[in-house]
């Protein structure tokens, strides 16, 4: 926690007391504002008493009399309707902002550099891995934003630290000071219409990242689908754009269709990194992932050595593509967070030899999708409520066993994959699934595969059950 000194004297309301919340309100209080936090939420207002926080009925006050309103992330600002606290902040002429642009304005003029990751799919996996590779080199750097600590709960802003932040597009639509030394736009593809209202609009928000750059900063751009190419395309604030593509090669930019990094700079090659054989990288996403913190890193000054170092010893994100352990030869992978088809098609396209473990509560359609991989797969292990549904979808395309439960699905796979001794091959936990059957949420689902896992004689652990990994052996 560090003090919000660009607010001081000034009065700012509060609205929304979750983990972000709270924090800006005390860091807003400790920089010398006159705050008033509320919440919708009567239980989150009494627990902000109790914390000593400075509550207030924003329902009753004259908005005229703040400066500001720091609204939560979370909180509806056009779509379905405006939240009661945007209208009157609205019909009261003032700025509605969000934590991360008071984080922003306390930046601005430290010294220290930002890195900013938003896009529909992979910045998590960005954001960590891009944090990793400044860590790893022994940078002074903090991660958080949409992705693990809030950003007032991160350290203060000094000289020379690089903050690496997932932003989400409700942050960045309460972030208009927004101006990242790296921005990152992962990808594009509709999402969160409930609160933007229309794909054109969710991506105009995305492509704020890119409004404020200038000369010296890096708009580093997903290309593969035309929403990216159409922003990359508009840019002409002096930033160095650089595209990124994984279906095709650039003569400008980063591209990896086979797996191999190449960097192209006027047509010409200046350096190339394999990333096929990269432990927790697998498949074309992770390759993407891969370029755009590759990028981030070469802008901020890391050097092909330490960005080569860096991926092997990136343990990767938990409960995605995470390999968690191996048991003679067999690799065990926890991609719990795949729990829809479409999440689950990114693992299965990665391995080659798959002892399969699916089910939990079904999506619509199933897994009827995944079709076309089935005959990767050498033994799907079935459990939950979709595992009748699953054993019908699969029928004779590919053996499978219904186990009923996580844990003899482990004990299942781990015994065939061993006795098949099939060189690569993976024990998968990529549901295609809700949890909520038998697990509260994803992240309990992945630990209980770990556990499990873990139970295995013999094998070899290379991730603890918090998520992070032992020493590179």
């Known amino acids: 926690m560090f003090p919000a000194r660009t607010f001081a004297r000034k009065k700012v309301g509060v609205f929304g007391l979750a983990r972000s919340g709270t924090a800006c309100a005390e860091a807003l209080r400790l920089g010398g504002a006159e705050v008033l936090a509320w919440d919708d939420q009567a239980q989150s207002v009494e627990k902000a008493k109790q914390d000593g926080l400075p509550v207030g009925d924003l329902k009753a006050l004259d908005f005229a009399t703040l400066d500001s309103l720091v609204l939560s992330p979370g909180v509806p600002l056009t779509h379905p309707k405006p939240h009661w606290t945007v209208e009157k902040a609205k019909a009261a002429g003032i700025e509605i902002i969000g934590d991360t642009e008071v984080f922003q304005r306390e930046l601005t003029g430290s010294g220290a550099r930002l890195v900013a990751i938003t896009g529909t799919n992979g910045k998590s996996t960005t954001t960590a891995l891009t944090g990793h590779l400044f860590a790893s080199a022994g940078r002074d750097v903090d991660v958080g934003g949409n992705i693990g600590k809030a950003v007032f709960l991160l350290r203060q802003p000094v000289r020379d630290r690089v903050y690496v932040l997932e932003l989400s597009s409700f942050q960045i639509d309460l972030m208009p000071s927004l101006k990242p030394d790296a921005g990152i736009l992962t990808n594009i593809t509709p999402d969160h219409l409930d609160r933007h209202g229309t794909t054109e609009h969710y991506a105009e928000v995305k492509a704020r990242m890119f409004t404020r750059q200038g000369k010296g900063d890096s708009a580093i751009i997903g290309v593969d689908e035309d929403w990216g190419q159409a922003i990359a395309e508009k840019i002409t604030t002096g930033a160095t754009v650089i595209p990124v593509s994984v ?227």
């Open 247 to 473: 279906e095709r090669a650039l003569a400008e930019g980063l591209s990896a269709p086979d797996g191999i990094l190449i960097e192209c700079r006027t047509g010409k090659q200046v350096a190339d990194l394999d990333l096929r054989n990269l432990p927790a990288l697998k498949g074309r996403h992770n390759w993407q992932n891969a370029a755009m913190a590759y990028a981030a890193g070469r802008a901020l000054g890391l050097s092909l050595d330490e960005i080569r170092k860096g991926f092997m010893s990136f343990a990767g994100l938990a409960h995605r593509m995470q390999e968690i352990g191996r048991l003679n030869g067999v690799a065990f992978v926890n991609d719990s967070k795949a729990t829809n088809a479409d999440a689950a098609a990114k693992a299965l396209s990665s391995f080659d030899e798959i002892y399969w473990i699916a089910g939990g509560i079904a999506k619509a359609g199933g897994i009827t999708p995944l079709s076309g991989f089935f005959p990767k797969i050498k033994r799907a292990y079935l459990i939950g409520e979709a595992a009748d549904e699953f054993a019908r979808t699969i029928g004779d395309k590919a053996p499978f066993i219904k186990t009923g439960t996580l844990d003899k699905a482990v004990e299942a796979a781990a015994r065939d994959a061993v006795r098949d001794g099939r060189p690569g091959a993976v024990v998968l936990l990529s549901p295609a699934c809700a949890s909520f059957d038998h697990y509260p949420n994803f992240e309990v689902r992945g630990d209980a595969f770990g556990k499990a896992v873990a139970a295995l004689p013999g094998i070899r652990m290379t991730v603890k059950g918090n998520g992070h990994a032992d020493k590179p052996q």
